[in-house]
C-alpha cells in the first residue's frame, strides 16, 4: 500500500493570507485529486491532476503535480472564511483504487 | 449536476442493533466504493465494487458487515451488531471505473452514525 502523507496537519490563518498544503508519498501515483470536506458532508472535488509537472489554477487555488507524480502541492492565495475545511489529497493507483492522506485541516479567521 | 446519493444522512442506534446504509452513484459509474473515516482523519476503504462485483473488500469486518451491489447500481451497506466503535461518517462514492488509475471519484453526502 503506497502512502501519502500530508502536512500541515492544521493550520490557521488570517483573512487575505496566504497558506500551502503538501501531500508526499515515496510511490508513484497515476493521478492526484484535491478534495475539501465541510464538517457533515462528504468530500468535494477540487481538482485531479495526472501529468508529472501539471498546474492548474482554480480561482485563487493553484494545484501542482511533482514532476515524478508523487508529491502535490495546494497553495490558496488571499484566502476567506469560505475556504475554511479538511484539505483532502487522494492517489490514484492502479485497478481503481485510492490512497487518501489523512488531511490538513484549515482554518481561516476573519 | 448528477450527483452520488446517499441515506440516510444522519442515524442513531443503540449498540447490537442492525443498521443498513444506501447509496445510488452517478448513472453510468461502474465503480462505487464505500468509505469509512473517523472525524478529522482521511477516509478508509471498506469496499470497491466493479458493476455488481466486489473488488477489494480487505479492509471490511466481514464478522459484522456486509456489502451487496446486487444489480451493480446501487448499493447497500450493513452493520450487524453494531458496537460502539462504529461511530463515523460513512461515506459513498463512484467513478467511471476506466481504470489505470486516472479516475476520479465522486463522494455522496454521507451517513454519519452514532451508536449508543
Known amino acids: 500500500t503506497q502512502l501519502l502523507e500530508q502536512s500541515p496537519q492544521f493550520l490557521s490563518i488570517q483573512e487575505g493570507e496566504n497558506l500551502t498544503v503538501y501531500c508526499n508519498s515515496s510511490?508513484?501515483?497515476?493521478?492526484l485529486q484535491w478534495y475539501r470536506q465541510e464538517p457533515g458532508e462528504g468530500p468535494v472535488l477540487l481538482v485531479t491532476?495526472?501529468?508529472?509537472?501539471e498546474v492548474k489554477k482554480l480561482k485563487r487555488l493553484t494545484f501542482q503535480f511533482g514532476d515524478a507524480r508523487k508529491d502535490s502541492s495546494l497553495h490558496i492565495t488571499a484566502a476567506q472564511p469560505g475556504d475554511t475545511g479538511l484539505y483532502l489529497c487522494?492517489?490514484?493507483?492502479?485497478?481503481?483504487?485510492?490512497?487518501f492522506g489523512a488531511g490538513t485541516q484549515v482554518v481561516v479567521t476573519p | 449536476e448528477a450527483e452520488v446519493a446517499q441515506s440516510p444522512r444522519y442515524k442513531i442506534t443503540e449498540k447490537s442493533q442492525a443498521v443498513a446504509f444506501w447509496c445510488d452513484p452517478i448513472?453510468?459509474?461502474?465503480?462505487l466504493y464505500w468509505y469509512r473515516q473517523i472525524l478529522g482523519q482521511g477516509p478508509e476503504l471498506l469496499v470497491q465494487?466493479?458493476?455488481?462485483?466486489?473488488?477489494?473488500d480487505s479492509q471490511l469486518p466481514k464478522d459484522r458487515f456486509s456489502a451487496e451491489r446486487l444489480k451493480g447500481v446501487d448499493s447497500t451497506l450493513k452493520i450487524q451488531p453494531a458496537e460502539l466503535g462504529d461511530s463515523a461518517m460513512y461515506l459513498c462514492?463512484?467513478?467511471?471505473?476506466?481504470?489505470?488509475?486516472?479516475?476520479?471519484?465522486?463522494f455522496g453526502p454521507g451517513t454519519r452514525l452514532t451508536v449508543l
Open positions: 487522494a492517489g490514484g493507483e492502479s485497478w481503481g483504487k485510492f490512497q
Open positions: 462514492a463512484s467513478s467511471l471505473g476506466a481504470g489505470g488509475g486516472t479516475d476520479t471519484q465522486y
Open positions: 465494487f466493479q458493476d455488481e462485483s466486489v473488488v477489494d
Open positions: 510511490s508513484v501515483f497515476s493521478s
Open positions: 491532476v495526472v501529468t508529472g509537472g
Open positions: 448513472s453510468g459509474h461502474a465503480t
